[in-house]
């Protein structure tokens, strides 16, 4: 009597149903059978299946934040200016719409009443600062300081107790936010983190416009390759390629070179200094 045949039959079960399994992916892949239209929801299965997978990464990443008092009445009143500037084109707010384009958003841009009542404070912060992949939820690290960041998550967490009318009443209290992503000069001749700066590239979207090496997605010839740049005897075909001028031309390449399709795009100080750094490691010959 052969012992082994079930565990063996078991075995050819389980390679079968991967191979099927693999074989329908790649079908479903090369043919385009998915649709991927933003007018067509997620099918009810796959939706539940990813967003379980984004709450659990959240908590494995987030459980161990230390989250620091938030009662603080300054620090709600920023969360809210906060909160209108960044948040409400696309989440809407206690009887307020979002913004139009927000409509056409798949997933769908949930109104945050639930979240903030069922998600711990250091899920929230944690996704205000990093964002969720393929949502059109933005990562804010790069345009909010981390006080600003726990302020809009102080203010979250009273949106499931305020009425329409609160949220009216806060509005006529408080002026419009300044212009909050706007820098200062940035030092001049300083590198920053090349590491650092690889993250940077990503959430400053320089992979839309330049030919990156390394970069996925970075293939695109609107702006020209970065890939030699420390080569280059110019940068801009205006300023020498110095790290100073590096930094100076990231921070505000409309002041050094105006009509250039280069837009500023608001690159804090440490940003630009460790962009600078990244980019000048895409030669070995950089200055140094």
Same mark, same amino acid.
């Given at each position: ?190 590198? $920053?983190?090349?590491?650092? $700066? ?24 609107? $702006? ?65």
């Amino acid at each position: 009597m052969d012992t082994y045949k079930p565990l063996r039959t078991a075995v050819a079960t389980v390679f079968a149903v991967i191979v099927l399994a693999a074989i329908a992916g790649a079908g479903i892949d090369y043919f385009g059978l998915y649709n991927v239209a933003a007018t067509h929801e997620h099918a009810n299965v796959l939706y539940h299946f990813l967003h379980g997978v984004m709450r659990r990464s959240v908590s494995a990443r987030a459980d161990d934040i230390q989250v620091p008092d938030l009662d603080n009445p300054r620090q709600l009143d920023n969360g809210f200016v906060l909160f209108r500037e960044h948040c409400l084109q696309c989440h809407g707010a206690p009887g307020v719409a979002p913004h139009a384009f927000a409509f056409g958003l798949r997933p769908m841009p949930p109104d945050l009443v639930s979240p903030a009542k069922d998600w711990p404070s250091s899920h929230l912060y944690w996704v205000i600062k990093y964002g969720i992949k393929m949502t059109a939820m933005p990562a804010w690290e790069h345009r909010l300081s981390e006080q600003d960041m726990w302020a809009l998550t102080a203010f979250l967490k009273r949106l499931p107790t305020m009425s329409p009318a609160d949220y009216r009443q806060w509005n006529m209290r408080l002026p419009p936010a300044g212009d909050a992503s706007a820098a200062t000069a940035p030092p001049p001749g300083k590198l $920053g983190n090349a590491r650092a $700066g690889r993250h940077a590239v990503d959430e400053y979207l320089c992979a839309t416009c330049h030919q990156i090496p390394g970069v996925a997605g970075a293939d695109s010839t609107v $702006g020209p390759p970065l890939a030699g740049i420390g080569r280059r005897k110019y940068i801009g075909g205006v300023l020498p390629n110095t790290p100073e001028n590096m930094v100076r031309w990231l921070h505000d390449p409309q002041q050094v070179k105006p009509g250039s399709a280069m837009p500023n795009l608001r690159i804090r100080e440490q940003d630009a200094a460790d962009i600078a750094a990244f980019l000048y490691t895409l030669d070995q010959t950089s200055p140094q």
